[in-house]
C-alpha cells in the first residue's frame, strides 16, 4: 500500500480524499444518469495528460471530443498525443482493451498516469437480461481482477464507474457488479444530484479515511469545488500530491 495520491484538481474532492485518488487501487464511482461520473473521468484525465503522463481510457459510451475540448481549452492537441482512447463494442472488447491496457502499464516502457473504464458495467447490464449472464459475470469480474492487479503491481490509479439500480424495498440507488465489484474497488464514491449544475460526492468507502461528503459543480469547462454554501463534512489534512 502506498501513501502517494493523484490530484483531482477540484478542491472539495480532493480534501475529501486527503489529497486525491491513491495510485494503487481501483476507485469506483457510482450514481444516476447525469451526476458527473463522464465528466469527473475527462477532467482527471486531462489533468494527468496535460502533465505528460499517459492515460489509457476505455470509453462505452461515446465520449465526444467537444466534452474534452470544453475541459482542455487551448490544451487540447496536448492532451490528445497522451490519450490512448479504446472504444469497445461488447463485454468481450472491453476485457481485451483493458488488458491491453495493463499490460502495456505494467510493462512500464512509458510513464502512465491513469486507467479509466467508463462505464465499465454499460454491456455487463445489457447481458443481464439475456441467457449469457452468467458468462457476463464470469467476464466482468477476470476485468476486474486484471484492473486490480494492474493498479497495485504498476502503481497506476484506476477509475471505473459504475451504473445504479433502484432497489425499490429500501428506496436507494445501488450500485451495479455485484459484490465482486464493491470488493475490487477499494475506495467508491457515490455522486449524487443536487438542484441546478450542484452535485455531491460521498466517501462511501475507503481503505483509511472515513465517511464524509464534499460539493462540487459542473461548470461549463468541467468540474469545480468549492461551491459556496457547502456544509459538506470536513476531511483529514491532504496528503502526498502527485501534481
Ligand atoms: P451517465 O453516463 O448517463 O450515467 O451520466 P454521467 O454521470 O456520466 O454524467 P455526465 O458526466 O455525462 O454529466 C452530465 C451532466 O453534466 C448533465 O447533467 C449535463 O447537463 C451537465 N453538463 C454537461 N456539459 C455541461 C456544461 O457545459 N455546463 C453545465 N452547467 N452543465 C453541463
Ligand atoms: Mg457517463
Request: charged share 25%; aromatic share 4%.
Amino acid at each position: 500500500m502506498t501513501d502517494e495520491r493523484l490530484a483531482t484538481g477540484i478542491a472539495s474532492v480532493d480534501r475529501l480524499l486527503a489529497g486525491g485518488l491513491e495510485t494503487d487501487c481501483v476507485t469506483e464511482i457510482y450514481g444516476e444518469g447525469g451526476s458527473g461520473k463522464t465528466l469527473f473521468c475527462l477532467e482527471v484525465a486531462a489533468r494527468v495528460a496535460r502533465a505528460g503522463r499517459w492515460v489509457f481510457y476505455v470509453d462505452t459510451e461515446g465520449v465526444s471530443v467537444d466534452r474534452l475540448r470544453a475541459i482542455a481549452g487551448s490544451d487540447l492537441d496536448r492532451i490528445l498525443k497522451r490519450l490512448l482512447l479504446s472504444t469497445p463494442k461488447n463485454l468481450e472488447e472491453q476485457g481485451r482493451a483493458v488488458a491491453t491496457a495493463g499490460a502495456l502499464a505494467r510493462e512500464g516502457q512509458r510513464p502512465v498516469g491513469l486507467l479509466v473504464v467508463d462505464s465499465a458495467t454499460f454491456y455487463y447490464r445489457l447481458s443481464l437480461s439475456g441467457s449469457d449472464e452468467d458468462d457476463a459475470r464470469q467476464a466482468l469480474s477476470l476485468e476486474l481482477a486484471d484492473l486490480v492487479v494492474t493498479a497495485r503491481e504498476a502503481n497506476v490509479p484506476v477509475i471505473i464507474t459504475n451504473q445504479v439500480w433502484r432497489s425499490l424495498r429500501e428506496g436507494t440507488l445501488e450500485p451495479l457488479g455485484g459484490s465482486f465489484l464493491n470488493h475490487a474497488a477499494k475506495t467508491i464514491l457515490r455522486f449524487d444530484r443536487l438542484s441546478g449544475a450542484r452535485r455531491r460526492a460521498v466517501l462511501v468507502k475507503h481503505r483509511s479515511l472515513p465517511e464524509g461528503s464534499a460539493e462540487f459543480r459542473i461548470t461549463d469547462t468541467g468540474l469545480e469545488g468549492p461551491v459556496p454554501g457547502d456544509r459538506s463534512v470536513p476531511s483529514p489534512p491532504a496528503g502526498v500530491q502527485l501534481t
